[in-house]
């Protein structure tokens, strides 16, 4: 096992920076997950720690030792691929034990590791079968087999659930994790899915455009995002953005934007009499009760699942607010549309006008509308 420094790590190609001055520290057997839009370095930054590509300028230590210019081999990391990478002709067993085979182990020490790994990942009844009898979620857990069985001291992974159906990335993501706390590996896992960093990572470092925006524990991102960007990306559906003018009365500091009266944080004092953009999560909105300050709406598209209900609404274009960051997936779904998420409506939300509302207790987040930082 061993902990990872990653300092002011550059990657350029030609006169394109795929990596800007990335740095980050690594605890022993913690798992990191780096995440955002296509394109935004997280990929770069997991080869050039494999040693898959070189890095124009910056260092990285693994276990105490520089092993910026050593070879892939020499590293000690097992990496797991996105297209698993399993040799066709070759058994389950021989798969696994391949790269222990290159480095000439002993065989009876390697059919030992073997079988401990296919106990841990539940496929020993599979172990004489080739690539092409086995199902993806049974390939996926080999190319892992393949990685635990090297005992290295990291573990990559460069999105490794990307090929699987929605139902069994579920499935893995959890069983990737469990194995992960049970042998204690440092791993540092890629993926552009919001949803696998918020339920297996320890920590997320957030990357766009070669800069990490922010690293934090999925519970410091979604409550304290530092900008519109990490709020935009952390959070299904993604977060509400209203432009609102801070103002103050004899119940304190508010924001009004567009009729809904939010509470925001005494730092915005500096902004009075200004335009802040609001950021409410869906989750947030409830139908208002009696007299209470609301959005006046009409849903333009209710999703009914169930115990739940996705409204989507429209408000005039100068409420709302986009974040220029807003290049992915996670971003409003339109000029001027936003979501709220209820439950237990229990009533018919559409051909009609309602009223949303503020939870109680519900967070407000605020950020500069020029620089996008958040106000804390």
Known sequence: MADIQIQNLNKRYGSFQALHDMSLDVKDGEFIVFVGPSGCGKSTALKILAGLEAASTGSIIIGGEDVTELAPAKRDIAMVFQNYALYPHLTVRQNIGFGLMMRGTDKKQINQRVERA?????????????PKALSGGQRQRVALGRAIVREPQVFLMDEPLSNLDAALRVQMRAEITALQRRIGVTTIYVTHDQTEAMTMADRIVIMRKGVVQQIGSPDALFNRPANMFVAGFIGSPAMNFLRGKVQRDDRGLFADAGGLRLPVVEAAASYLGKTVICGIRPESLDLARGDAPALEITPTLVESLGTEAYVH???????VATAVAGEHEHQ?????????????????????????????QASVHLFDPATEQAIS
Not at 313 to 319: A, N
Not at 333 to 352: C, E, F
């Open 313 to 319: 609404f429209k408000l005039p274009g100068q409420q």
């Open 332 to 360: 409003p779904l339109g000029n001027g549309t936003l979501i709220a998420r209820l439950y237990d409506v229990g009533t018919p939300l559409s051909g009609g006008t309602i009223r949303l509302g503020l939870k109680p």
């Open 118 to 130: 296919a106990q841990a990942l539940e496929i020993s009844d599979l172990l004489e079968r080739r």
